[in-house]
C-alpha cells in the first residue's frame, strides 16, 4: 500500500535511508537524525513537498520524499525527489512510490519530472528502465567521486 507519510513514519524512513546508503556507492554519511527528521516533518507539513510511504503488512518498506519549485530561470515549475529508497527485498514497492510521485505531479499540474539515481546500486539500469516506461527519458547523468575513490590517497 501507498500512503502518505506521517510523524509516525519517522524512525522506520530514516532506518530504511540509512540503510540504503550504508549500500550505496557515493555516499559514506551517517544520518543526523534531527536533520532527518526536520526534513522529513517539512516533507510532510510544507505544500511544495509530499512524502509518500510503501507499507507492507504494516511495515514501512520504502519512501519517497518529493519537492516540486520554479527553475531559478523561469516561472515553470519543476518536480523531483529529495530522496527514494525501497528496502531491496520491496524493490517491487518502487514502481507503486514512482506512481504515486506522477500523479501528484500531475494534481500539480506540474509537467516537467526530473529525476536522477545517485547511489549507484543500479547496476542493472533497472531503475532508469522504470522510469523510461513512465514517460522519462535519459537525458544526461551524474557524476560523483565514489566512497572507493574518496578513501584512496
Known amino acids: 500500500m501507498i500512503r ?14 540509512q540503510r540504503v546508503i550504508d549500500a550505496s556507492k557515493t555516499y559514506d554519511d551517517v544520518i543526523d537524525k534531527d536533520k532527518a527528521a526536520y526534513m ?22 520504502g519512501f519517497f520524499i518529493a519537492i516540486q519549485d520554479e527553475h531559478w530561470f523561469a516561472k515553470s515549475a519543476y518536480a523531483t525527489d529529495l530522496a527514494f529508497c525501497v528496502l531491496p527485498e520491496h524493490a517491487e514497492q518502487g514502481v507503486w512510490l514512482l506512481r504515486r510521485f506522477i500523479r501528484w505531479c500531475r494534481a500539480l499540474n506540474i509537467k516537467k519530472i526530473q529525476l536522477g539515481l545517485s547511489t549507484g546500486m543500479d547496476p542493472l539500469g533497472r531503475t532508469g528502465q522504470l522510469y523510461e516506461a513512465h514517460g522519462l527519458s535519459n537525458v544526461g547523468g551524474i557524476y560523483a567521486i565514489t566512497k572507493t575513490e574518496a578513501a584512496a590517497p
Open 4 to 17: 502518505n507519510g506521517t510523524h509516525a513514519d519517522i524512525p522506520a524512513i530514516i532506518r530504511i535511508g
Open 40 to 61: 522529513i516533518r517539512r516533507a510532510i507539513n510544507d505544500r511544495r513537498m509530499a512524502l509518500f510511504v510503501a507499507e507492507k503488512a504494516g511495515q514501512v518498506v
